[in-house]
């Protein structure tokens, strides 16, 4: 299909040169429109990967590093670690007490839970929550203050920080300090590092990050007791591994997400209740060092042994439930309101788009589907001894061609003509030529070869034109850079034997194929043109009969008001007005044309920009067809859907098909990404091989179509996008002439183009 043959109807003044770079320096609002859409697109996606906190190895990088450096006070003492002056101290949890810690919150469904154990039984509780999780959960954080809990920082991403660099370290804790702003109003002293646990487990990699974070105030809290619920040993287990031994204070550790903490839920209460009967109190971080505080202060020594003492210049907030947390000042909550407004736009987007993806993957698929059935039914239907159209069509016919600066080109199209074996006339419609295309035609000196010049009007008032000025009933309309191969024309008027059929679409074939552009190109056309016309000629929806080859009943074209000029997609307008008239629109596989596509990026990106706004023209001309009854209602509720659903809606989605594909690729599983998006190939490579089977052409092509859809694909997905901005916006497109080579000669009969 080509429809680059003419100029505008209108002349315009040539701007100068200084004009023309302006205006190409400055970008269209539209081009800017669909430029920030994939930004936000994009942004927003890498937004949601981050938060899931599945970017790397989220695991211990290592277990085995020495401790060398690390002081003997700091490995042997207590949970509590700060730093004072530049010296370490840590602090125990007092004799009877303990301290009730959770990691990996918040979690919608476990941390809730947690919290209404917590409340029935009345104390309190540490968490320790993860920036991404505060960020997409904030009411949980919300409640969890509320009712008189403590939080800390246990990173953003929960990644190891032993083995990050010092801008990492700093930004995974700043982060989360926004999201706990934004969430609560406050921020937090108390850090516990992922995948840390007892004293111990300190090594020369991760006390530098110690260091660094008790320098900024931060207190690292450890643990002394283990329940070990995340190894879902079972309720007695999580309960015997949790008690301390010999009335002595701890630290202990649960989880409130992660994974299933059902025996947590279930062990929760019972520890409490057994703990409260053997005499412990239940405190906080900052409850417990203000009770090891004021016992040092008082000249006790602290459970650990090691622990550096207090100084005369150490206090606390005389709240010691809420003695950790700082309220937020006014520039960090505004920050960290917008972290969650993003996040909030991320957790509604992304599965948004995710199930937009699932029904495009179902329409895709399902269009496979349907197009693989539907055109093998027709190539049945079709190929049977008895089909027949009715009579034989042997009147002669008459072919238009249009031409608007097409030297390179009209001798090989009027050539191939002349080889007809079909009785023909050949009507050319010089459309205000300025390179001597009408004078070529006519140095020619080819029988029934008949040449009207008129004034440049555009193509639509050419077709028109050489209608008026046909003799013969049946019309060929073609583009002047297309040839025909000898029975083209017999093969294409064949189906007029049945008097219902108004019209008739030819097998468009690309004939420059032998460049990357040209074969992609050649594969669209077998595949995504011609498959489709054999599925659209079954279910008699044909939307669009192509501008390089179609033939029509002259009487049908004249009844529905000829070629309009309100669309640049006058091919379809016209195939969809002769469908609501009641005509018949076939599909002749067999009558073959040789087109030259476009040769370069820019000159496809110009053509398929104006054929996909043309279509949506065209739609939009005849979108009252949906409510009519007869012939029309019956196109605009089977063919109009159709068309919508599988040349717009699912091309304009489905590059998230491709987005998707890359974003679990890095955030995800690349390996199960990789092959499900292999798996796709595969599918359309079957449809693919079929439609070359069934047009009898070369499978080497196929080798492009990896390519071909890594590269080709997504430049018509965007100017599909780009298109729908134009629409959208009120934008109005022009003719625009593409330059041609006559590369694509005449065919010579029997073995296609030459």
Same mark, same amino acid.
């Given at each position: 299909?080509n ?27 539209r ?65 009877? %007490?303990?301290? /009730? ?16 154990i ?11 929550l ?8 904030p ?90 619920? #995340? ?10 591994w949790?008690?301390p ?13 992660? =994974? ?34 004021? +016992?040092?202060?008082?000249?006790? +020594?602290?459970?650990?042994? !090691? ?14 439930? +809420?003695?950790a ?19 909030a ?28 059935? /539907? ?18 069509? %042997? ?9 608007y ?23 050319v ?28 009007a ?18 060929? &309309? ?29 097998n468009?074939?690309? =004939? ?14 077998? &595949?995504?043109?011609?498959l ?10 044909m ?11 002259r ?22 007005? /002769? ?10 596989e ?5 087109t ?8 496809? #990106? ?33 063919? &109009? ?8 809606v ?33 599918? +359309?490579?079957?449809?693919a091989?079929y439609?070359?089977?069934l ?18 694909? !997504? ?8 298109s ?31």
């Amino acid at each position: 299909m080509n429809r680059n043959q003419v100029r505008p109807q209108r002349r315009h003044a040539t701007p100068s040169r200084i004009e023309r770079v302006r205006r190409q320096a400055v970008p269209k609002p539209r081009v800017i429109i669909a430029l920030l859409l994939l930004l936000g697109l994009v942004s927003v996606m890498l937004l949601d990967g981050y938060l899931r906190a599945e970017v790397g190895n989220d695991q211990r990088v290592r277990s085995d590093a020495s401790a060398s450096k690390v002081p003997d006070s700091v490995l042997d003492g207590g949970p509590f670690l700060s730093f004072q002056g530049g010296t370490a101290r840590t602090r125990s949890v007092p004799d009877k %007490t303990i301290v /009730l810690t959770f990691d990996d919150g918040p979690d919608p469904e476990w941390t809730q839970k947690v919290l209404d154990i917590l409340d029935d039984n009345d104390v309190p509780g540490t968490f320790f929550l993860v920036g991404s999780m505060i960020s997409r959960y904030p009411d949980v954080v919300r409640r969890m203050v509320d009712d008189g809990n403590e939080v800390g920082v246990h990173t953003f991403t929960h990644v190891d920080l032993s083995y990050q660099s010092a801008a990492r370290v700093t930004r995974e804790i700043a982060q989360t300090q926004l999201a706990l702003a934004g969430a609560a109003g406050i921020t937090t002293t108390l850090f516990r590092a992922p995948y840390s646990s007892t004293n111990d487990a300190i090594d020369n990699y991760s006390w530098p990050v110690y260091k660094k974070l008790g320098a900024m105030g931060y207190t690292s809290v450890f643990i002394d007791t283990d329940s070990e619920d #995340w190894q879902q040993p079972g309720v007695s287990k999580i309960i015997e591994w949790a008690t301390p031994k010999s009335g002595k204070g701890a630290s202990v550790l649960f989880h409130d997400a992660g =994974g299933n903490r059902a025996q947590t839920l279930e062990a929760l209460p019972r520890y409490i209740k057994k703990m409260k009967a053997k005499g412990y109190t239940f405190t906080t971080v900052s409850g417990a060092q203000q009770q090891a505080q004021g +016992q040092q202060a008082q000249g006790q +020594q602290a459970q650990a042994p !090691q622990g550096t003492p207090a100084t005369a210049g150490d206090t606390r907030q005389s709240n010691p439930e +809420q003695a950790a947390h700082r309220t937020a000042d006014t520039a960090t909550l505004w920050e960290g309101r917008a972290l969650l407004g993003a996040v909030a736009v991320a957790e509604w987007t992304v599965p948004g788009l995710a199930a937009v993806l699932a029904v495009v993957g179902v329409a895709v698929l399902g269009r496979f589907a349907m197009m693989l059935v /539907l055109a093998r039914r027709h190539y049945r239907q079709r190929n049977r001894r008895r089909f027949s159209w009715g009579p034989s069509v %042997t009147a002669p016919v008459s072919v238009i061609v249009p031409a608007y600066n097409e030297k390179e080109c009209i001798a090989n199209t009027l050539n191939s003509l002349a080889a007809s074996t079909h009785p023909i006339e050949i009507v050319v419609v010089d459309d205000g030529s300025t390179d001597g295309t009408a004078e070529i035609a006519e140095s020619l000196g080819l029988p029934n070869v008949r040449v009207i010049r008129q004034p440049n009007a555009g193509k639509p008032a050419a077709l028109n034109n050489g209608v008026r000025h046909a003799r013969y009933d049946i019309v060929v &309309m073609m583009d002047g850079d297309t040839v025909f191969e000898p029975g083209t024309v017999q093969r294409l008027v064949q189906p007029f034997g049945d008097p219902g059929v108004g019209a008739v679409a030819g097998n468009a074939k690309v =004939g420059n194929r032998s460049t990357v552009i040209g074969a992609w190109q050649h594969i669209e056309y077998v &595949m995504g043109f011609n498959l489709d016309r054999r599925m659209y000629d079954l279910l008699r929806c044909m939307p669009t009969i192509p501008g390089a080859i179609g033939a029509f009943r002259r009487d049908a074209v004249l009844a529905v008001g000829g070629m309009s000029e309100d669309t640049l997609a006058e091919d379809t307008d016209i195939t969809i007005a /002769l469908h609501r008239a009641g005509w018949r629109v076939v599909y002749a596989e067999h009558a073959r044309a040789w087109t030259e596509a476009p040769a370069s990026l820019g000159q496809l #990106w110009r053509q398929r920009y104006r054929w996909s706004y043309g279509t949506m023209q065209a739609l939009w001309k005849h979108r009252r067809s949906v409510t009519d009854r007869g012939p029309s209602g019956r196109f605009g509720r089977v063919g &109009m859907p159709l068309v919508v659903l599988f040349q717009i809606v699912t091309p304009v989605f489905a590059p998230l098909i491709d987005v998707f594909t890359v974003y679990a690729m890095i955030f995800v599983d690349f390996k199960a990404s990789l092959l499900a998006w292999l798996a796709v190939l595969l599918v +359309q490579l079957v449809c693919a091989a079929y439609a070359f089977r069934l047009d009898r052409e070369r499978y080497r092509y196929l080798l492009m179509l990896p390519l071909q859809q890594i590269a080709y694909r !997504q430049l018509m997905y965007l100017v599909l996008i780009h298109s729908c901005v134009t629409a959208a916006t009120g934008g109005r497109l022009r003719w625009q002439k593409l330059k041609r080579t006559g590369e694509v000669g005449s065919p010579a009969p029997g073995t296609g183009v030459r």
